[in-house]
C-alpha cells in the first residue's frame, strides 16, 4: 500500500515537473521588460480601449436620448399681397426703365385689371 | 475551566507545531522558485478614475515565474518573447516575500503571502498605476 502510495506521489510528481517544463519559457537573452514593460503596456492599452468605448457608448446613448432635430425655420413670410394700384405703379416704373415692352405693359396691365 | 485548559493547550500546540509545517508544505520560502497565475487587476489614472477586470480582459500572460535564484520574475507574451524583470530588492518577513523592483521608468512591488500564497504586484509609473492580484505556488 505504501509503496502503491509512493509510486503515485512520484508519478504525479513527475509529470508536474514536466508540464511546468514545457510551460516555463527558456529564458531568452534578449528578454524585455516584463512588469515595467510587457504588463504596463497592456494595462495602459486596454484602460484606454476601455475608455474609448465608454466615451463611444456614452456618445451613443446621449444621441439616442438626444430630442429629434429642431425643424427647420419657417421660410419668410410673403410679403403682403400688393394692391391693383401698387402693382399698375410698379409696371409703370418697370416701363420706363425700359425693363419691358409696350406689349407686355399692356399685357400685365390687362391682366391686373381682369383680376380685380 | 480546568476542562477547558488542556483543550486550549491543544490549540496552542497545534498552531505552533502545525501552522509554519503548512507554510513549508507550500514551499513558499522565499528560496523555492513560485509560478504564479494573475487573476484581477485595478488600474488607476491621474485624471478619470480607475478601471478593474479580470487578468483576462487585460490581456495579461497568465502565468509569470519567481526564479529566486536568478533574482528575477518572467512570463511569455502573447508572440511568445520572453520577458523579465530583475529583482533589485527582496525582503523574507515570517509572512511574506516581498520583492521590489524597478523598469522603464516603472517601480513594481510583489508581496506574497507565505501560508497562502497570495499575492499582490503593484507597479506605479507617470501615467497609471496598477494592481494585480494572483496567487503562487511551489514550481
Same mark, same amino acid.
Not at chain 1, 6 to 26: G, H, I, Q, Y
Not at chain 1, 81 to 98: M, N, S, V, Y
Not at chain 2, 84 to 111: C, D, F, K, M, Y
Given at each position: 500500500?505504501?509503496?502503491?502510495? %509512493?509510486?503515485?506521489?512520484? =508519478?504525479? !510528481?513527475?509529470?508536474?515537473? $514536466?508540464?511546468? /517544463?514545457?510551460?516555463?519559457? +527558456?529564458? *531568452?537573452?534578449?528578454?524585455?521588460?516584463?512588469?515595467?514593460?510587457?504588463?504596463?503596456?497592456?494595462?495602459?492599452? %486596454?484602460?484606454?480601449?476601455? =475608455?474609448? !468605448?465608454?466615451?463611444?457608448? $456614452?456618445?451613443? /446613448?446621449?444621441?439616442?436620448? +438626444?430630442? *429629434?432635430?429642431?425643424?427647420?425655420?419657417?421660410?419668410?413670410?410673403?410679403?403682403?399681397?400688393?394692391?391693383?394700384?401698387?402693382?399698375?405703379?410698379?409696371?409703370?416704373?418697370?416701363?420706363?426703365?425700359?425693363?419691358?415692352?409696350?406689349?407686355?405693359?399692356?399685357?400685365?396691365?390687362?391682366?391686373?385689371?381682369?383680376?380685380? | 475551566?480546568?476542562?477547558?485548559?488542556?483543550?486550549?493547550?491543544?490549540?496552542?500546540?497545534?498552531?505552533?507545531?502545525?501552522?509554519?509545517?503548512?507554510?513549508?508544505?507550500?514551499?513558499?520560502?522565499?528560496?523555492?522558485?513560485?509560478?504564479?497565475?494573475?487573476?484581477?487587476?485595478?488600474?488607476?489614472?491621474?485624471?478619470?478614475?480607475?478601471?478593474?477586470?479580470?487578468?483576462?480582459?487585460?490581456?495579461?500572460?497568465?502565468?509569470?515565474?519567481?526564479?529566486?535564484?536568478?533574482?528575477?520574475?518572467?512570463?511569455?507574451?502573447?508572440?511568445g518573447l520572453d520577458v523579465v524583470s530583475p529583482i533589485r530588492n527582496s525582503e523574507i518577513t515570517e509572512q511574506r516575500i516581498i520583492l521590489q523592483g524597478?523598469?522603464?521608468?516603472?517601480?513594481?512591488?510583489?508581496?506574497?503571502?507565505?501560508?497562502?500564497?497570495?499575492?499582490?504586484?503593484?507597479?506605479?509609473?507617470?501615467?497609471?498605476?496598477?494592481?494585480?492580484?494572483?496567487?503562487?505556488?511551489?514550481?
Amino acid at each position: 500500500m505504501s509503496i502503491k502510495t %509512493n509510486f503515485v506521489s512520484c =508519478t504525479a !510528481a513527475t509529470l508536474l515537473v $514536466a508540464t511546468l /517544463s514545457v510551460v516555463t519559457p +527558456a529564458l *531568452a537573452s534578449d528578454a524585455g521588460a516584463f512588469i515595467g514593460g510587457v504588463l504596463a503596456t497592456k494595462v495602459i492599452s %486596454n484602460m484606454n480601449r476601455q =475608455t474609448e !468605448a465608454q466615451e463611444r457608448q $456614452a456618445y451613443n /446613448s446621449s444621441r439616442q436620448a +438626444a430630442p *429629434a432635430p429642431a425643424p427647420a425655420p419657417a421660410p419668410a413670410p410673403a410679403p403682403a399681397a400688393q394692391t391693383p394700384e401698387q402693382r399698375i405703379a410698379q409696371l409703370d416704373k418697370l416701363a420706363a426703365g425700359g425693363y419691358i415692352t409696350p406689349e407686355e405693359y399692356k399685357a400685365k396691365k390687362k391682366a391686373i385689371i381682369d383680376s380685380m | 475551566m480546568r476542562n477547558k485548559l488542556p483543550s486550549i493547550m491543544q490549540v496552542i500546540g497545534f498552531m505552533t507545531f502545525f501552522l509554519p509545517a503548512i507554510g513549508q508544505a507550500a514551499g513558499l520560502d522565499g528560496k523555492s522558485n513560485l509560478v504564479c497565475a494573475a487573476v484581477d487587476v485595478i488600474a488607476c489614472t491621474n485624471g478619470p478614475g480607475c478601471r478593474e477586470g479580470s487578468a483576462n480582459s487585460f490581456e495579461l500572460p497568465q502565468f509569470m515565474f519567481v526564479d529566486f535564484k536568478k533574482q528575477q520574475i518572467h512570463a511569455t507574451d502573447e508572440t511568445g518573447l520572453d520577458v523579465v524583470s530583475p529583482i533589485r530588492n527582496s525582503e523574507i518577513t515570517e509572512q511574506r516575500i516581498i520583492l521590489q523592483g524597478t523598469e522603464n521608468h516603472r517601480g513594481w512591488s510583489a508581496s506574497i503571502d507565505k501560508a497562502d500564497g497570495k499575492m499582490t504586484v503593484t507597479s506605479s509609473g507617470p501615467d497609471v498605476s496598477f494592481m494585480v492580484f494572483g496567487a503562487c505556488t511551489t514550481r
